[in-house]
C-alpha cells in the first residue's frame, strides 16, 4: 500500500522587516533595483515575520521574497543595536501558514421558490420490516560618527549563508544611502528619506546583498536576535517598495498572547463574506476594506492558542515512530513523506530546508506556551507607523480564526428567473465581491470582470492578492515615495504599455498605472491594469457581498411534484411561492386521497399478520413494496422444497 502523506505548502511571504526604537526591531526593505528597458520595478507582495519572545530578548525570522537580477538584489534592516544573524528555513513559514490561516467557509442559501404542493402517501403494507425510513445518518567602511569623524561606523561585516552583509551606524542617511551604493548595495537615493527616523532614532542597519555568483534561489529568511522588550514590524521603511493592500503576518511566540499596542484589532464582517462570479472567496478583500475602515491601522488577529507543528502520515499512523512494520511502504521510496522521522531518514537527508523547518517549528512549540498571528493589509501611503506588539493578558486561547459566509443564489432556478435584465445587473454586482479598489475607488463590472473606476487624483494599479490572484485598485496619483528624487534614473515602465484605445499609461515610480477615460475602468492584467467599459457601478469600494439583490428578483413558480403511484398533492404552507406562471397547481382530482393499500395474502400468511409501515408525508414507498415483494419471493420458495423434505 502507497501513501501520499506529506503536502508541503509554499509560502506567500515576500520581502521585509523593518524596525522601531528601543521596543523592538522587524521588517525591512528591498531596495528598488536599477531596472533595464523592459523590466518593472520590484515589489513587495507580502511580509511574513516569525517573532520569539523571551524577558528582554527577540528573535526574529523573516521571511522575503524577490523576482529579479540578482546583482540587484538589496535588503536594510534597521535595528536597535548589531543582531546576531543566521539563516532561518523557509519551510517553517509555509507550514505555520497553513497551520494557523483562517478557515473561511461560504454556503449558500438557496433563494428559488418552493412549490405550495407535496405529495403525501398512505403507510405501505409491509411484513414487520420496521425501521424503513428512519434516520439513519451520523453526525471535523568608516570609522566612528561625530565631530571630524565618517558618517558612517561598520560595526561588523559577516556573510551568512549566501549574503554578505554589514552592520552599520550612520549621522546621515542620504550619506548612508551614498555609501551603500559606492560599496555595490542597489539602493535608491530616495530611501534616505525613509532612513531617517531610524538615524535620528541612534539605531543601526543591517544591510545584505548576494554573494557573488550567487542566484535569487539563495535568498532565505535571515533571523536576528536582538535586545528588546517587544516585538516590532517598523512599516515606514517599507513604503519605498510596497505593493498596494501589503499584507503584513506576524507570527509571535511567547508565554502571552500578543495584540498590537495602541491600534484597533477589528473584526471581519461575516455578512460580506462571499464568492464572486469566478469562485473566488473574498476574504482578503474584505481583510482590506475592514481595516481601512478602521482608519487604515487596524489588525486582525487570525489565530491564538498553542504552538503547532506539521503533522505527517494522516491518522493512518504511516508516520509514526513505532511503524517498525511500514505498513504505508514508505521507507526508501525516493519521496520524503515523513521528514524528521527514523522511517524516512534516507528519502529526507537531502531536504534540509524541509527538516530544519520542522525542527524550528517544534522548537518553539516546545518552548513557548503561546503563539499569536496577526495580520494586516496597508498601502504605501498609509505606512505611516511603526506598529508594536504587547502582551494581552487573560486573552482567550481561541484557535484558529473561523468565518462563515452565507451567500443567496438562484442557480436551480436561473431560467425561471421573469427579469433577465435584472438578474444580469445581480451577477455583474456579485463580481466585485472579491475586489476591493479602495477608499478612492468603486468598484464596477465590465465586460471583462471586475473593475476599478477611481477617483480624480488616483490611478489603477495592478497587484498580486493575497490569494496569488491579479488584481487591481485604486492609488494616489503621486506616490507618498518618489524614487526619481535626487536626479535618480528609472526607464519608462509606459513604454511598451497600452491600456486601452484613449486610455493613458503613467509611469509610476517604475510601474505603470493606467488612468481610464470617462465611461471606463480598470481591470487587472498580468503585468499592467486595462481599460475597459463600464456595464454596472456597484457605488461601493466592493469587497462586499452583493447576492441579495437575488432575493428581490421576480422568479416563475415552479411546477408540481411529480408524485409516485398512491400518492395525491396536499397544500403546504411555504415563504416564497414565486410568480404563477402557469403549471403550478395539479389538476383538483389529483388531491383526492387515494385508496389505502392492503396487505397480500402470502404475506400475511408468512408474517402470521399484517403490519403497517409508518411512512413520511413525502418520498416514494416503492421501496416498501420491492421489499416485501422479495420477502413473498422467499416464502415461495420455502414452499416449495418442503415437501421435497417430507420425504
Not at 515523513?338 to 528519502?347: E, S, V
Not at 389529483?590 to 396487505?599: F, H, V
Not at 400475511?604 to 408525508?617: E, I
Request: net charge negative; charged share 20%; hydrophobic share 35%.
Amino acid at each position: 500500500m502507497r501513501a501520499t502523506v506529506l503536502v508541503l505548502a509554499t509560502s506567500l511571504a515576500s520581502a521585509t522587516l523593518l524596525v522601531d526604537t528601543r521596543p523592538a526591531i522587524a521588517c525591512g526593505c528591498l531596495s528598488p533595483p536599477e531596472v533595464t528597458e523592459g523590466d518593472f520595478a520590484v515589489n513587495q507582495q507580502s511580509e511574513q515575520i516569525i517573532f520569539e519572545v523571551e524577558p528582554g530578548w527577540v528573535t526574529a525570522h523573516v521571511l522575503i521574497k524577490y523576482a529579479g537580477d540578482p546583482a540587484s538584489f538589496a535588503w536594510i534592516i534597521p535595528v536597535p543595536e548589531v543582531p546576531e544573524l543566521g539563516i532561518s528555513p523557509a519551510a517553517a513559514f509555509g507550514f505555520l501558514d497553513q497551520l494557523t490561516q483562517p478557515r473561511v467557509n461560504v454556503a449558500v442559501d438557496d433563494v428559488c421558490p418552493d412549490s405550495e404542493w407535496q405529495c403525501k402517501y398512505h403507510p405501505s403494507a409491509s411484513c414487520g420490516v420496521r425501521g424503513y425510513g428512519e434516520d439513519s445518518s451520523g453526525s471535523g567602511s568608516g570609522g566612528a560618527p561625530g565631530a571630524g569623524g565618517p558618517p558612517v561606523t561598520v560595526l561588523s561585516e559577516q556573510v551568512i549563508g549566501d549574503y554578505q552583509t554589514v552592520t552599520f551606524r550612520a549621522d546621515e542617511a542620504n550619506v548612508a544611502t551614498a555609501w551603500l551604493r559606492q560599496n555595490g548595495f542597489v539602493v535608491n537615493q530616495t530611501t534616505s528619506i525613509y532612513m531617517e527616523p531610524y538615524v535620528q532614532q541612534g539605531m543601526v542597519f543591517v544591510a545584505a546583498k548576494l554573494v557573488p555568483g550567487a542566484g535569487v534561489k539563495s535568498i532565505k529568511p535571515l533571523s536576528l536576535r536582538y535586545r528588546s522588550a517587544y516585538p516590532m514590524v517598523p512599516l515606514i521603511l517599507t513604503a519605498v517598495a510596497a505593493e498596494p493592500h501589503l499584507t503584513v503576518t506576524s507570527y509571535v511566540y511567547s508565554n502571552e498572547i500578543y495584540r498590537p499596542m495602541g491600534h484597533p484589532v477589528v473584526t471581519i464582517d461575516e455578512a460580506r463574506i462571499a464568492r464572486d462570479t469566478a469562485n473566488r472567496v473574498n476574504y482578503p478583500a474584505v481583510l482590506a476594506r475592514t481595516i481601512d475602515e478602521a482608519g487604515g491601522d487596524g489588525f486582525v488577529i487570525e489565530y491564538r492558542g498553542a504552538g503547532l507543528t506539521p503533522q505527517f502520515g494522516g491518522p493512518g499512523g504511516c508516520c509514526d515512530d513505532n511503524n517498525t512494520f511500514d505498513r504505508c511502504s514508505i521507507r526508501d521510496d525516493a519521496q520524503c513523506q515523513c521528514p524528521g522521522t527514523a522511517l524516512d531518514a534516507n528519502d529526507c537527508s537531502d531536504q534540509t530546508d524541509l527538516l530544519d523547518g520542522v525542527q524550528l517549528l517544534k522548537d518553539l512549540a516546545a518552548k513557548h506556551t503561546h503563539l499569536t498571528r496577526i495580520t494586516t493589509r496597508v498601502s504605501a501611503e498609509e505606512m505611516t507607523f511603526d506598529p508594536t506588539f504587547e502582551p494581552h493578558f487573560e486573552a482567550p486561547l481561541d484557535g484558529v480564526l473561523q468565518i462563515n459566509g452565507l451567500q443567496a443564489s438562484l442557480d436551480a432556478c436561473s431560467s425561471a428567473v421573469i427579469d433577465k435584465d435584472e438578474m444580469f445587473l445581480a451577477d455583474a454586482a456579485q463580481a466585485c465581491a472579491a475586489t476591493y479598489c479602495g477608499p478612492h475607488g468603486r468598484c464596477v463590472a465590465t465586460a471583462s470582470g471586475p473593475a476599478c473606476l477611481c477617483e480624480p487624483s488616483y490611478v489603477a494599479q495592478r497587484y498580486t492578492d493575497l490569494d496569488g490572484a491579479d488584481a487591481v485598485t485604486c492609488v494616489p496619483r503621486m506616490p507618498p515615495v518618489n524614487l526619481r528624487a535626487n536626479g535618480e534614473q528609472l526607464p519608462d515602465a509606459c513604454a511598451a504599455v497600452s491600456c486601452g484605445t484613449g486610455d493613458t499609461c503613467i509611469d509610476r515610480n517604475g510601474t505603470p498605472v493606467c488612468a481610464c477615460a470617462a465611461g471606463k475602468a480598470a481591470v487587472a492584467g498580468p503585468k499592467n491594469p486595462n481599460c475597459e467599459g463600464i456595464i454596472v457601478d456597484t457605488d461601493t469600494p466592493g469587497a462586499d457581498d452583493y447576492s441579495d439583490a437575488l432575493r428581490d428578483l421576480a422568479v416563475c413558480a415552479p411546477a408540481v411534484p411529480t408524485c409516485g403511484p398512491g400518492g395525491w398533492y396536499v397544500k403546504r404552507t411555504v415563504t416564497n411561492k414565486g410568480v404563477d406562471c402557469g403549471g403550478t397547481q395539479p389538476p383538483v382530482w389529483r388531491t383526492w386521497e387515494t385508496p389505502a393499500p392492503s396487505c397480500d395474502n402470502d404475506v400475511f400468511d408468512a408474517c402470521m399478520g399484517c403490519d403497517t409501515q409508518s411512512g413520511g408525508s413525502e418520498g416514494a414507498p416503492l421501496m416498501v413494496l420491492a421489499m416485501s415483494s422479495l420477502v413473498g419471493v422467499v416464502v415461495l420458495r420455502r414452499r416449495r422444497r418442503e415437501p421435497r423434505t417430507s420425504r
